[in-house]
């Protein structure tokens, strides 16, 4: 997607952090925007930042509701039109020992980062496939899709699902016309800390005592992340750049060389064992159909 102008986006998660990032860069690209939050209140504040007139539609929206998703995009392509760009923005945070985490705590995060990009997918796509004019896809992960912490260990878990996701989806997609991309930031200028405080009665089960302590150390941290404005920016260009993976942070690249080195460098050279050769034609076969697969997508872009 080279251009977006009249063109209509729908951004989960759009009325604060990154998504009211890319939601502001995208109106003053030319895009129709709709912004999709769980807090009223963001959102009015949103719509009022962005002065976008008719070419912004607020909708309130739970991401881990389908049939309220199934009406938003009802809305959508009644009062501006169908859809050419989602971007799955929407997420929370758990912060605290991975083992020490309840059921509720992992439904609340696979709820939202998880299930919230695939319902997205599930309402969206199959509308884009059928409009037929060369759309996109851009689902927000994280450098915690490639890089495993102990403190925010389900949010690794929905992030490095996303990562998945999103591979199996560039793929898929292709055909149809409909590109791509992974968006993975480091530390963001956001309020994402204070997750806790849009947390549904329902999944707080067991939950601990927020620690405010804790939650003012991630805050003075946060102050120092990238404003969203500057990561807004980074993406849309490399949308427009066809590239797959954004990653808006340099701060990782020596630590992620580091992670895929220790990778490559477990590999064992075992004897081979009797099903071997049969393997190797397979996987050889597989993997020339994603080389030509990754030649199709060098040329698209």
């Known amino acids: 997607m ?6 209509t986006a729908f951004v989960t998660g759009g009325a604060s952090g990154i998504g009211l990032g890319i939601a502001k860069a995208l109106l003053a690209d030319g895009a129709n925007v709709v912004i999709a939050d769980i807090r009223q209140d963001h959102l009015d504040a949103a719509v009022a930042e962005m002065d976008g007139g008719d070419r912004v539609l607020a909708i309130q929206l739970d991401v881990t509701d389908r049939a309220a998703y199934k ?3 009802d809305k959508v392509e009644t009062t501006i039109g169908k859809l050419h760009v989602l971007i799955n ?3 929370v945070a758990v912060v605290g ?3 020490l985490a309840t059921h509720a705590d992992f439904d609340w995060l696979l709820g939202v980062n998880l299930h919230g990009v695939i319902n997205g997918v599930q309402t969206f796509v199959p509308r884009m496939i059928e409009l037929g004019q060369g759309d996109h896809v851009c689902n927000t992960a994280s450098m915690a899709a490639f890089i495993g912490s102990p403190i925010p260990g389900i949010y690794n878990t929905t992030k490095f699902a996303v990562r998945g996701l999103s591979e199996s989806l560039r793929w898929s997609l292709m055909e149809h016309n409909i590109s791509v991309s992974m968006l993975c930031p480091g530390l963001v200028k956001s309020y994402i800390y204070a997750s806790d405080d849009i947390r549904p009665d329902a999944l707080k089960g067991a939950m601990k005592p927020v620690d405010s302590e804790t939650v003012k150390r991630l805050e003075s941290l ?5 404003e969203p404005d500057e990561i807004a920016c980074r993406t849309l260009e490399a949308i427009k750049a066809h590239w797959f993976y954004i990653f808006s942070h340099r701060d990782h690249k020596e630590e992620l060389r580091g992670i895929f080195n220790e ?3 477990a590999y064992v050279d075992y004897p081979q064992d009797a099903g071997y050769e049969q393997r190797v034609g397979f996987e050889k076969f597989r993997q020339e159909r994603a080389m030509e697969l990754r030649r199709k997508w060098n040329e698209l872009g």
Do not use: R
């Open 71 to 73: 009406a938003a995009a």
């Open 89 to 91: 923005t929407a997420g």
């Open 97 to 99: 020992p991975t083992e």
């Open 263 to 265: 990778i490559i460098d």
């Open 2 to 7: 080279k251009d977006f102008a009249g063109k």
């Open 222 to 226: 946060h102050e120092f992340g990238m």
